[in-house]
Each structure stands twice: as structure tokens, then as C-alpha cells.
């Protein structure tokens, strides 16, 4: 692989944490656990930081060698998708920078408990010809055994029925949670295509207690629990 570039969308205002991207996790903003990752990683040839926030690019921007990237306004809206903004930033990238990638690689902000070998991991899959990789864990509610839904005229059933009676979850087939922690694309597919799962996609399964999404207040104080007893 050439040249790869790392990617950071990082979203001005947040409604579920409000400030989480430079609000202080373990002795630094959250953001900076996700570039001091990917720069430990020692994989890119650059990283870059997509917001439409000021604040956010000023925080990035304290770190060396991260180049601050300003997303438009429609790219930034609590409806708009993440792949054109990704899409977006490497382009942006690439023309400041002067060359073209060969692999874009996605860090979310939100799952700092990643570490760098999940990210070298992550893109060394693409080494086996597929388009692209996602991350996921091992699920705790199984979609053929106690993940229920309830149907239009209100009956409550296992959302997805298994092909035979499955008296143990154990016994279920193997299903996974996307953990939204790291995405790798050939840069070819990134800028062809819209969607995330393409024929060939490959999942690269990470423990649960690297794979917490903060997405509440909950979930920071667990984060920065686990993180506290990781670190010390």
C-alpha cells in the first residue's frame, strides 16, 4: 500500500453529550485519544480532522501533523451521512497534500478505547482483496434468540427466527454489533459508492471492552472508567 490517509469526523454540536469531541477524557480531550492512536499506529501518511466546529479544529490543531479539515454546512447536519463527509475530507486532503491516497482509514472520535494494533489489524485485512472493512464486536442480544420485536398487530417474536429451534443463545448463529470504531476502504470504492456493506465487506471483530460508542452520559462514564482501569 502506497499511501493511506486517516480520517477524523468530528461533528460540532452533539445533543446526547454535548462538547464530547474536546471535553476531557483521562487527562486529555476526548478527540486526541483518537489521533495519538492513529498516529501510534504509524500507518498513515496523513491524518486529518473534518468539523464544521472552530473549537474542534483548534483542538485538533494542537497536536503536530494533523491537518485540519473545514466541512461544509450541509455535510454537517444531524441528517446528513458520514461517507460524504469522509469522502469529503480525503478529497480536501489530497488536494492540500499534493498526492493521492491508495486507502482511506475512518477513526471514530466516540471509541477511544480502540488501540493501534485494532487499527493495523483492520487495514491489513484489505490485503486479502476485499473493497472495504468494517469493526464489530460479539453481540450481547441475538437477533435468533433474545432480541425480540414487536409486529404490526402486536404480537412480541425473536426478531430475526432461526432456521431450527435454538434452545441456547451459544447455539445461535455467530451475529455482531458494529462498534462504529474504525472503517477502511479502498479509496476507488469509498468515492464509487454510497454504502457501507458492498459484496466482499469484511468485519474485523474487536473485544467488548474495546468496543464502548459514547453516545450518553452513560456511556462516558464508562468509557472513562474502563479507560481508568486500562492506563492506571
Known amino acids: ?34 489521533l495519538l492512536q492513529a498516529k501510534a499506529s504509524g500507518l498513515f ?3 486529518v480532522v473534518s468539523s464544521d ?7 485538533a490543531a494542537e497536536l503536530s501533523d494533523v491537518l485540519p479539515i473545514l466541512r461544509p454546512a450541509e455535510l454537517a447536519t444531524d441528517t446528513a451521512g458520514k461517507v460524504p463527509a469522509i469522502r469529503h475530507a480525503i478529497i480536501q486532503a489530497e488536494q492540500e497534500l499534493g498526492f493521492e ?17 485494532d487499527i493495523c489489524n483492520a487495514v491489513a485485512m484489505l490485503q486479502e482483496g476485499v473493497p472495504n472493512v468494517i469493526t464489530g464486536m460479539h453481540c450481547r442480544r441475538s ?17 430475526k427466527p432461526p432456521p431450527a429451534t435454538v434452545l441456547r443463545r451459544q447455539d445461535a448463529p455467530a451475529c455482531y454489533d458494529m462498534n462504529a470504531s474504525i472503517y477502511v476502504w479502498r479509496r476507488q470504492v469509498l468515492m464509487a459508492e454510497n454504502k457501507l456493506f458492498l459484496p466482499g465487506t469484511a468485519l474485523y471483530v474487536m473485544p467488548e471492552e474495546r468496543s464502548w460508542d459514547i453516545d450518553s452520559p452513560m456511556d462516558w462514564d464508562v468509557v472513562e472508567l474502563l479507560m481508568k482501569q486500562k492506563n492506571g
Do not use: Q, W
Open 1 to 34: 500500500m502506497k499511501s493511506i490517509i486517516c480520517s477524523v469526523c468530528a461533528r460540532g454540536g452533539s445533543k446526547g453529550v454535548p462538547g464530547k469531541n474536546t471535553r476531557m477524557m483521562h487527562g486529555l480531550p476526548l478527540l486526541h485519544h483518537t
Open 53 to 59: 466546529s472552530a473549537d474542534i479544529l483548534s483542538c
Open 45 to 47: 501518511s496523513a491524518i
Open 143 to 159: 437477533p435468533y434468540f433474545n432480541l425480540v420485536e414487536r409486529s404490526l398487530d402486536g404480537e412480541i417474536n425473536v426478531a
Open 101 to 117: 491516497c491508495d486507502v482511506s482509514v475512518d477513526l471514530d472520535v466516540t471509541s477511544p478505547l480502540r488501540n493501534p494494533e
